[in-house]
């Protein structure tokens, strides 16, 4: 069965820092890996996947993840947080029939 | 592209009624279809997953009387809270796939207050 653990509940940056959302992963097999974003009362947004091409994975946003399978990661960055990235940021990993396990999310605050 | 549109947005109701949410996909056929519920401050959690044309799979613990699933064309499912009471009070989030190896798009998900 597949998990994923997002560490830290909540993120707290000062607007222009770098972000780092971290998500590790559990999985027998190579995952598919998505990072989804979700502003207050909507849906998810896809960010974007990691679908065993190239390692360091860009989505949108300035948004990019690296996957390391030695350290079973798959964590989010980007250079410079602005302010309208406020939001819960959702890693997920992809199983049999399409489902989709969600790490517990984390809630990244941007401050001035 | 990849547009999946979620209706109503917001919806109160007494205790005992019935409610439905509709998902649809705007510019794709969606063969399967997936329903979450999210808790407030939690993660999303897989209710069942449709596929066009056949019964859904419900995930362990989801009551499939309680929660209706059809889906009956390639761009419509709708999810009907039976008998709605207020610990039915939820977020709930569709998703739409065209595919086994495509992503998930979702809707804007649907808050449901059973007062």
């Known amino acids: 069965a597949q998990s994923v653990t997002q560490l830290g509940s909540h993120v707290s940056v000062s607007e222009g820092a770098l972000v780092l959302l971290r998500c590790n992963y559990s999985s027998s097999v190579p995952p598919y890996l998505f990072w989804y974003v979700q502003y207050p009362n909507q849906g998810l947004q896809l960010l974007l996947k990691y679908t065993s091409a190239a390692t360091l994975v860009k989505g949108i946003n300035g948004f990019e993840a690296e996957f390391k399978k030695s350290e079973t990661s798959f964590h989010l960055t980007k250079p410079s947080a602005h302010m309208s990235d406020a939001a819960e940021y959702f890693c997920a990993a992809r199983g049999g029939g399409n489902k989709l396990t969600f790490g517990t999310g984390t809630q990244l605050k941007v401050e001035l | 592209g990849a547009v999946v549109s979620q209706h109503p947005s917001w919806v109160i109701c007494k205790s005992g009624t019935s409610v439905k949410i509709e998902c649809r996909s705007l510019?794709?056929?969606?063969?399967?279809m997936f329903w979450y519920r999210q808790f407030p401050k939690q993660s999303l959690m897989l209710m069942a997953t449709s596929n066009e044309g056949s019964k859904a799979t419900y995930e362990q613990g989801v009551e499939k009387d309680k929660f209706l699933i059809n889906h009956a064309s390639l761009t419509l499912s709708t999810l009907t809270v039976t008998s709605a009471h207020p610990e039915d009070s939820s977020f709930y989030i569709c998703s739409a796939s065209s595919g086994d190896n495509q992503p998930q798009h979702f809707g804007d998900g649907t808050r449901l207050s059973i007062l």
């Open positions: 510019d794709f056929q969606a063969t399967t």
